[in-house]
Each structure stands twice: as structure tokens, then as C-alpha cells.
């Protein structure tokens, strides 16, 4: 089974702290994974992904997550957080093997970051 | 860019009611989704399609069916709407061509059943 845990449900940073929001994910065979965003009332957008290669992954707004195969972690990071950011994040996993299937989905992190 | 349009922002309707949520797609993608978002509870599937005609049952399908009569359309039937059906709905789609490729969502629809 594939499962994703992330063990805050809220993040507080003050701006221009650098900010990390934790993901960790189980699969039997290797892992495809990917961070999302939502700001309010809007839906899910994509913000970076892991398929294989560089453990650290860049993706859009200056959001970056580096992925750790013996932590079974992709931590979402960003040098210096913006108020702009303070939104609900989700980690997402399939594993490889599964063929078509959905994404399974963490619970997700809301981020406040404070001026 | 991909675009997945949802019908309404947000709908009221009553308990009892047959309430249809629809969804289309403009990238000719074969993988459609129905997820609801509760807070706390994060993104729960409730059904999917791999393509036309096909559906497949998620985690949560009580109470709820879909139809893929037309590859760009996926639409959610909540059979008999009841209260503990207020929720946040999304919508997903996603290429098959290759499976490492992310799900695009839309704007999701609010729901409130009273």
C-alpha cells in the first residue's frame, strides 16, 4: 500500500526565514513525488516533482524539496519565505510498479508565514 | 497550459436532491478524477476513470456514481444528496502516456447541502 504522512498540520515562519514543510511517504517498489499548493478556494496546484535522478528538485515560486530514499522523506524548502506563500500544501506518491493509478495524497500543511 | 474547468464555484442544493457536478478537460486526457476535501481529512478519492465508458471506484464511492460518456467530461452524481456531503470537490485529470506526469486540477466546486 502507498501512504504519505506529513506531521504538521501548520507551519509558522516570519518572512524572509527560510521555511521546510515535511513530507514522508511509504511504497513497496520506488517512488514517483510531487508537492502541491492551495491558496483559498482555488484548487491544487503543481508545484515540482521527483522522478529520478538529482535528489534536489526545483520547481516554481523559488520552492525547491529534496528527496532522501533512506529517510523515505521529500521535504518541501524555500530559502526565504515570502507572505505570498501562506497557503495549504500536499505531498503526493505512486509508486513506479502501480502502473495508471492515482495519487495518494498527505493530509496536508497549512504555512503562515508572518511580516 | 492544461485547463480543467468545473461547472459552479459553489452550489446549494437540498437533501434529497439529485445534484450533478460536472468536469471537462481541454488536453485530451484519458485519466480523470473525482477527489472531496474535508479539513483535516486532506483529499479523498472517490472515483476515477482511465477513460471513456471506464470508471473505477476510490476510496470514499458510497452515495456517489459518475459518468465518461465523452473523453473531456467527467461528471460526479450524488445520487441523493444528504448533509454529510458538504464538502470541497475537485476535479483531476491526467495523461496516461506517462505515468510520472502530475495531476492538474481545477478550481473545485463548494458544495452545501441543506
Known amino acids: 500500500a502507498q501512504s504519505v504522512a506529513q506531521p504538521e498540520d501548520q507551519v509558522n515562519v516570519a518572512e524572509g526565514n527560510p521555511l521546510t514543510v515535511k513530507c514522508t511517504y511509504s511504497?513497496?517498489?520506488?517512488?514517483?513525488l510531487f508537492w502541491y499548493v492551495q491558496y483559498p478556494n482555488r484548487g491544487l496546484q503543481f508545484l515540482l516533482k521527483y522522478i529520478t535522478g538529482d535528489n534536489l528538485v526545483k520547481g516554481s515560486y523559488g520552492f525547491e524539496a529534496e528527496f532522501n530514499k533512506s529517510q523515505t522523506s521529500f521535504h518541501l524548502k524555500k530559502p526565504s519565505a515570502l507572505v505570498s506563500d501562506s497557503a495549504l500544501y500536499f505531498c503526493a506518491v505512486r509508486d513506479i510498479r502501480s502502473g495508471n493509478t492515482p495519487l495518494v495524497f498527505g493530509k496536508g500543511t497549512r504555512l503562515s508565514v508572518i511580516a | 497550459d492544461v485547463k480543467v474547468t468545473q461547472s459552479s464555484r459553489y452550489l446549494v442544493k437540498r437533501t434529497g436532491e439529485k445534484v450533478f457536478l460536472e468536469c471537462v478537460q481541454d488536453?485530451?486526457?484519458?485519466?480523470m478524477f473525482w477527489y472531496r476535501q474535508d479539513p483535516g481529512l486532506g483529499l479523498r478519492l472517490i472515483y476515477f476513470s482511465y477513460d471513456v465508458k471506464m470508471k473505477e471506484k476510490g476510496d470514499i464511492p458510497e452515495g456517489y456514481s459518475v459518468s465518461r460518456e465523452k473523453k473531456e467530461r467527467f461528471s460526479l452524481i450524488l445520487e441523493s444528496a444528504s448533509t454529510n456531503q458538504t464538502s470541497m470537490y475537485l476535479c483531476?485529470?491526467?495523461?496516461?502516456?506517462?505515468?510520472?506526469?502530475?495531476?492538474?486540477f481545477g478550481d473545485g466546486t463548494r458544495l452545501s447541502i441543506l
Open positions: 483531476a485529470s491526467r495523461s496516461r502516456m506517462t505515468s510520472n506526469q502530475p495531476q492538474h
Open positions: 488536453m485530451d486526457h484519458e485519466n
Open positions: 511504497v513497496s517498489g520506488n517512488p514517483y
